[in-house]
């Protein structure tokens, strides 16, 4: 960033109510990140430098993009979970961004208002609030919360005291009749991103703005279907960062890189190029999300000789393998396919969450995979539960798993070090037997 970029972005960020020497010391951290793992990797496709482009530039041009917006009268609406329909807030006019709660960074200073044993997801988002250090939470209009979990759903009644929120409530169960209660719901979110930007929402720009989330969504599944190859034509830790980054580009943007990086990719397939040598160990991570720069689990896996090649996450499939196929043309039929999309999401939330063992299960012969590491981040009450169920089931079916539950922090690296190379030698001598 040369020098005049930083003034005119430091200016940005104060404008918007930054913490500008906070966010400095989270932005110099995150660049040492970025270089000490994503550079690190060898023989990546030539097509990742738009995602480099992103995330060694992560706060600034996005950030101007949304600045103009605003300039010009328009909102930005922020939120934490994929039960947040984007396509509704595009259709308003608006820009929707997943808001910053991947990092350690704010997490002290969190743990002076909530109490400590939180999941680090929740302490993060709210952490970044508190100290103003994400100039995304400041640029937003409104953040959208969500009563999935209990710690999130308590933690936005907090949120509310220091920033404009608005909580959709999301059913527990999946049945028809929660549906109904789900589409109602986003039927009460359109009023109110209709009455933040004063646009209307019409079957028209619903229609497009659905397009264009769902194209996406396409395009995300069309780069996972090409990891089932062997060799993976690409690292898990890249894929991650994309599909991290895929949370805060504009949509159209990103979704053009996605599928000009598959084009590349799929050629590697057919030359039998790969990250990893053919017998590496193939490994599928299925739990709590992770959220950007949360990169800690992949770089230990690819850096002991394996590859990731699949995220059973909203960080992964969960977010990307549902369309809405509205059943008729009307808003109400539009409303009725984005809460069907969104209620077939296996989150641990819900109660029975049968789908998403199936999920793994399948997942597991389609990419391949040798173990599956079900990860859990600390005091993530819901998916360390479903852990039982996900065991039992992988028991049954032979394939290896890991259970690890981690937080933010590197206290830990070494034991989980140590967990995930041993996981990784058992698989070896696994496929050494057979
Ligand atoms: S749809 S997984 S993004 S709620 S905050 S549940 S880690 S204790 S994030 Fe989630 Fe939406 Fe579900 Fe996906 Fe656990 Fe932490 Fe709760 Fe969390």
């Known amino acids: 960033m040369s020098k005049q970029d930083k003034a005119y972005y430091e200016e940005m960020w104060a404008g918007l109510g930054v913490d500008v020497p906070i966010h400095d010391q989270l932005i110099r951290g995150l660049a040492v990140l970025e270089r000490r793992l994503h550079r690190k990797?060898?023989?990546?496709?030539?097509?990742?430098?738009?995602?480099?482009?992103?995330?060694?530039?992560?706060?600034?041009?996005r950030i101007a993009e949304m600045v103009d917006h605003k300039n010009q009268g328009g909102k930005v609406v922020g939120s934490y979970c994929v039960f947040i329909p984007e396509d509704l807030v595009l259709a308003a006019g608006a820009i929707h961004v997943g808001l910053c709660a991947g990092s350690s960074f704010p997490v002290q200073d969190?743990?002076?208002?909530?109490?400590?044993?939180?999941?680090?997801?929740?302490?993060?988002?709210?952490?970044?609030?508190?100290?103003?250090?994400?100039?995304?939470?400041?640029?937003?209009?409104?953040?959208?919360?969500?009563?999935?979990?209990?710690?999130?759903?308590?933690m936005f009644e907090v949120l509310a005291d220091y920033h404009p929120t608005y909580v959709i409530e999301v059913p527990q169960k999946k049945n028809e009749r929660n549906q109904g209660l789900f589409a109602a719901e986003l039927t009460d979110f359109k009023e109110q991103l209709e009455e933040l930007t004063g646009n209307q929402i019409t079957p028209e720009n619903l229609k497009k703005a659905t397009a264009k989330v769902e194209n996406k969504f396409k395009a995300l599944q069309r780069l996972f279907r090409l990891r089932q190859a062997n060799p993976a034509p690409i690292s898990?830790?890249?894929?991650?960062?994309?599909?991290?980054?895929?949370?805060?580009?504009?949509?159209?943007?990103?979704?053009?890189?996605?599928?000009?990086?598959?084009d590349e990719l799929a050629v590697r397939v057919q030359d039998g190029i790969g990250v990893a040598?053919?017998?590496?160990?193939?490994?599928?991570?299925?739990?709590?999300?992770?959220?950007?720069?949360?990169?800690?689990?992949?770089?230990?896996?690819?850096?002991?000789?394996?590859?990731?090649?699949?995220?059973?996450?909203c960080i992964g499939t969960r977010l990307f393998s549902y369309l809405s196929n509205p059943?008729?043309?009307?808003?109400?039929?539009?409303?009725?396919?984005?809460?069907?999309?969104?209620?077939?999401?296996?989150?641990?939330?819900?109660?029975?969450?049968?789908?998403?063992?199936?999920d793994v299960l399948r997942m597991a012969k389609e990419y391949q995979v040798d173990g599956v590491i079900h990860y859990t981040?600390?005091?993530?009450?819901?998916?360390?539960?479903?852990?039982?169920?996900?065991?039992?089931?992988?028991?049954?079916?032979?394939?290896?798993?890991?259970?690890?539950?981690?937080?933010?922090?590197?206290?830990d690296s070494g034991q989980l070090k140590t967990r995930v190379e041993a996981f990784l030698e058992l698989l070896e001598e696994k496929k050494e037997k057979f």
């Not at 990797?41 to 041009?61: A, C, M, T």
């Not at 990169?295 to 090649?309: D, F, Q, Y």
């Not at 009725?336 to 063992?357: D, E, M, W």
């Open 41 to 61: 990797q060898n023989n990546r496709p030539e097509k990742i430098d738009y995602f480099n482009g992103v995330l060694s530039d992560l706060h600034g041009h």
């Open 110 to 154: 969190a743990e002076k208002v909530l109490p400590r044993n939180t999941c680090p997801l929740i302490k993060s988002s709210f952490g970044y609030k508190l100290i103003k250090a994400c100039p995304y939470t400041e640029a937003s209009d409104l953040i959208v919360g969500e009563t999935t979990c209990d710690g999130k759903k308590k």
């Open 236 to 262: 898990g830790l890249d894929v991650l960062t994309i599909t991290q980054i895929g949370f805060q580009d504009d949509v159209e943007r990103f979704t053009r890189q996605v599928n000009e990086l598959c």
């Open 277 to 313: 040598h053919k017998g590496a160990s193939r490994v599928l991570i299925s739990g709590s999300p992770m959220s950007l720069p949360n990169w800690r689990l992949h770089s230990m896996i690819e850096k002991a000789g394996a590859v990731v090649v699949c995220e059973e996450s």
């Open 327 to 358: 059943a008729g043309a009307s808003l109400e039929e539009q409303l009725a396919g984005i809460a069907k999309r969104h209620l077939s999401i296996n989150c641990a939330c819900f109660t029975p969450n049968q789908g998403r063992v199936e």
């Open 377 to 411: 981040l600390q005091f993530c009450h819901t998916f360390n539960n479903e852990g039982v169920k996900m065991e039992q089931a992988l028991e049954e079916a032979g394939i290896p798993l890991l259970r690890v539950e981690a937080d933010y922090s590197d206290d």
